[in-house]
């Protein structure tokens, strides 16, 4: 799947990513308001790499929280409706996650490729991901027990892995062809290949697994009407965070902002732990209380979507 | 690649107010462009998005039949933003619309077999579309008998009154329409729609049963289908939840494992009962 491996010494990074902004728009973890957070930079000097977790997941480079679908003019008897015109520029999303990149496979089975939503797609192919392996995971993370890894290259176009002095740079798809040409990259040696799977294989080692069921989907299926639910549920105050912060989490609302004639339907982030999410015009609402819409949200990311999309 | 987000013109023709309290009226539609009509391929129990630029977009059955090219019909209960709009607007005007979405009836499986049609209230508009589709002179003799029992609260809310009055003319046709409550001048069956179901006692040998309406009238009818001998497998229902997008995207209209939007809206009740606790009536 890699066709091979570069290395990057650390003091050629700055002059990489001050190349990458000269014609692309760059997104990097920053410090901001004492929390790191993803944001499109202007001066590489910002970009922190000694990091957990940014704050939000990279999904609003692909899926933003506001979008306009299209503008119309309404008159009438008639309508005239403008679609906007996609990015101009390729956007890089240099140094998330190895979880946040896997997170951007998940969301292409809902938006991506054939599944027909242009205004994803769109941005998607014109993202360059280039993620940066988790040598210090949080004591809370837990991508290693649902199929990732902390340096894991899935769902990455480059993968960074931090060896001391440099970064040993592997190469996931064949859209970084141009990037790679940059004078940054050396071919990496056996040394570094030999120390970034030390890196890997301790890294994952110190990670604790979830106590999670093999046979997990199968058990939520018959846990329908479980009382357990009402005791994880009690947890919940149902703020819907949780579904703005997920790198998976990909429910939206549509609708108009007008001003007489002239609007424009929009799409906006929307979270299956709000009320009126699933609350029908009659006032009959299907999940009535926070127990509902966690047991839905949980069985939801743990079972049935990724069955569908799969 | 098609942008499935952008709804086309369509123009109202002509409303129609179907209930006497004037809550449900039928919009009859017109394509503005043609391109726009050879599209729209649809078959009964498919469903369409209504925008009324500046409120939004509602999700509506296609009441009409494809056997009626050139038009489009979707009958509308005023009950929030974009309906309460829909109801404010005049023949002339202009509506967007995408689709047809979802699956529809399944017509293949249903060919040379007894239909049995139970709808109640508003929920009738996609058995109507049915109804008209399979009476039409290019298919009647495609299918078995036709039975369609419909219920409504009381005689002024029952729908489509015109078609209702040429159904009874026809010979090919059982039609049995039963109100909750009677009024003065009912001359019709007063009860609901299970116990007229269990009177009606469709035979369910080579028949297929299809059930519309609201939950209540969905939860008394199917035991009353089991017990008349239908199958799991030969009884099909049309679901309704909230829905945005339509494409099975939004993430509102889930059942477990399944959208109703784009799997459904037509289940059979075999598949329902594979589903979760939800899809259990």
């Not at chain 1, 991508?143 to 176009?157: I, K, R, Y």
């Not at chain 1, 056996?190 to 989907?217: D, F, G, V």
């Not at chain 2, 489009?72 to 995408?98: C, N, P, Y």
């Not at chain 2, 002024?156 to 039963?178: E, I, M, P, S, V």
């Amino acid at each position: 799947m890699f066709s091979s491996a570069r290395i990057v010494r650390k003091d050629r990074l700055e002059g990489f990513l001050e190349r990458l902004l000269e014609d692309r728009e760059v997104f990097a973890p920053v410090r901001k308001g004492g929390l790191v957070t993803l944001e499109m930079i202007d001066s590489v000097r910002d970009v922190i790499l000694e990091y957990e977790n940014t704050k939000e997941s990279p999904k609003a480079a692909v899926f933003p929280q506001r979008e306009t679908l299209f503008g119309y003019q309404a008159e009438k008897g008639k309508v005239a409706l403008d679609v906007p015109r996609g990015k101009e520029k390729e956007q890089v999303l240099f140094g998330i996650r190895p979880c946040d990149a896997r997170g951007l496979l998940l969301l292409d089975r809902v938006f991506g490729g054939d599944c027909g939503d242009p205004y994803y797609a769109e941005k998607r192919a014109k993202t360059l991901v280039l993620s940066l392996g988790c040598v210090n995971p949080n004591p809370t993370c837990f991508c290693h027990s649902m199929g990732g890894g902390p340096c894991s290259p899935e769902g990455s176009d480059l993968f960074f892995l931090d060896l001391g002095d440099r970064y040993m740079v592997e190469v996931g798809s064949d859209k970084c062809e141009a990037l790679l040409e940059d004078e940054a990259f050396e071919d990496a040696d056996e040394k570094s290949l030999a120390l970034s799977e030390k890196i890997r294989k301790e890294t994952e080692a110190s990670m604790t697994p979830l106590a999670l069921n093999e046979n997990l989907k199968e058990h939520l299926g018959r846990l329908f009407d479980d009382p357990a639910w009402n005791a994880l549920a009690e947890t919940c105050l149902g703020c819907g965070i949780c579904t703005y912060l997920c790198p998976t989490c990909h429910c939206f609302d549509l609708c108009d902002e007008a001003a007489g004639g002239t609007g424009e339907r929009i799409r906006v982030w929307d979270s299956c732990q709000f009320p009126l999410f699933t609350q029908q015009a009659s006032g009959f609402n299907p999940r009535p209380t926070v127990k509902e819409r966690f047991h839905g949200a949980s069985s939801n990311v743990l079972s049935t979507w990724i069955s569908v999309k799969s | 690649m098609k942008n499935p987000y952008v709804p086309f013109p369509m123009r109202i023709e002509d409303i129609i107010v179907e209930t006497e309290d004037e809550n449900v009226k039928t919009f009859d539609v017109s394509f503005v462009g043609k391109e726009d009509e050879e599209q729209f391929v649809y078959t009964p129990g498919q469903f369409a998005e209504i925008s009324v630029f500046g409120k939004g977009e509602a999700p509506f059955g296609m009441a009409s039949t494809p056997t009626h090219p050139g038009r489009l019909e979707f009958s509308v209960s005023k009950i929030g933003l974009v309906t309460g709009a829909l109801h404010q607007m005049e023949s002339g005007d202009v509506v967007g619309v995408r689709g047809p979405m979802g699956n529809g009836y399944p017509l293949e499986t249903f060919k040379g077999k007894n239909l049995i049609l139970i709808g109640g209230g508003f929920g009738f508009s996609t058995l109507r579309s049915l109804t008209n589709f399979i009476l039409h002179d290019s298919n009647r003799g495609a299918y078995g008998n036709l039975t369609v029992i419909y219920g409504a609260r009381k005689p002024g809310l029952l729908l489509y009154k015109k078609d209702l009055g040429a159904w009874q003319q026809r010979g090919d046709l059982q039609l049995h329409l039963t109100v909750d409550k009677g009024e003065n001048g009912w001359q019709g069956h007063v009860g609901f729609v299970p116990d007229v179901t269990r009177s009606v006692g469709p035979n369910p040998k080579d028949a297929y049963a299809v059930v519309c309406g609201p939950p209540a009238m969905i939860h008394f009818s199917l035991p009353v289908l089991k017990e008349l001998g239908f199958q799991d497998e030969k009884i099909f229902l049309s679901l309704e939840m909230r829905m945005k997008c339509g494409i099975g995207k939004c993430g509102r209209c889930n059942v477990g494992s399944k959208y109703i939007c784009s799997d459904g809206p037509v289940f059979s009740q075999a598949e329902l009962t594979q589903l979760t606790g939800e899809a259990h009536f």
